[in-house]
């Protein structure tokens, strides 16, 4: 074993360089490539309604509410805004459960406040698991499911959402293997005595 000789580790390729970002065609002088909206950063390659809904919170519809709220063009390019309208985008998402109807707005009359509330980027995330953890506290239905790991919107658990290695068993294999293991511990037994 001593004479064995140890094989090299493979040599890994070496990772590829990242792309350095393309500028586009219609870029202004102040183009910037990464904007900082709501904690997220945008690419500024990308136009004001399709950046604003990598925002965790606010898709195409209410990015292009704020867009036409802020008087700000759709289709230009996010990285083309001033500092002043970017300010703008960031004012108008922040008041967007005033602003906005009711009904399109994704926490309509908060339990807390009452007030109709449009949540993003991190506090979607804050606001779900308080949420959460509140029903958990006081036992309702869907806290105990929560709990349990188990589906809380009456989906079926019968035959789907199974977890473990025992999905799929068939009842009759299962009773004969429980028959089959019954028999084999009975045997070592009387083995021991």
């Not at 459960?97 to 807390?112: A, K, T």
Request: aromatic share 4%; hydrophobic share 35%.
């Amino acid at each position: 074993m001593a004479d064995e000789k140890q094989k090299p580790a493979p040599a890994e390729a070496p990772a590829p360089a990242p792309k350095a970002p393309v500028r586009p065609p219609d870029a202004k002088e102040n183009f910037r490539y990464i904007v900082r909206l709501a904690n997220t950063d945008l690419e500024g390659a990308r136009s004001v309604v399709y950046a604003l809904s990598r925002v965790k919170g606010v898709g195409v519809r209410i990015a292009e509410s704020v867009a036409d709220l802020s008087k700000v063009s759709r289709t230009e390019r996010i990285g083309n805004l001033t500092d002043a309208e970017t300010d703008k985008i960031e004012e108008t998402l922040g008041k967007l459960g005033e602003i906005l109807p009711h009904w399109m707005v994704n926490r309509p009359h908060d339990w807390e406040t009452g007030d109709d509330i449009h949540l993003f980027s991190s506090d979607v995330d804050l606001r779900l698991r308080d949420d959460i953890n509140r029903m958990k506290m006081i036992r309702c239905y869907r806290g105990i499911r929560h709990e349990q790991g188990q589906k809380v919107r009456g989906q079926r658990t019968r035959s789907n959402g199974r977890t473990g290695l025992t999905v799929g068993v068939i009842k009759k294999t299962a009773i004969a293997a429980a028959k089959a293991a019954k028999k084999e511990e009975g045997g070592e037994k009387e083995k021991k005595e």
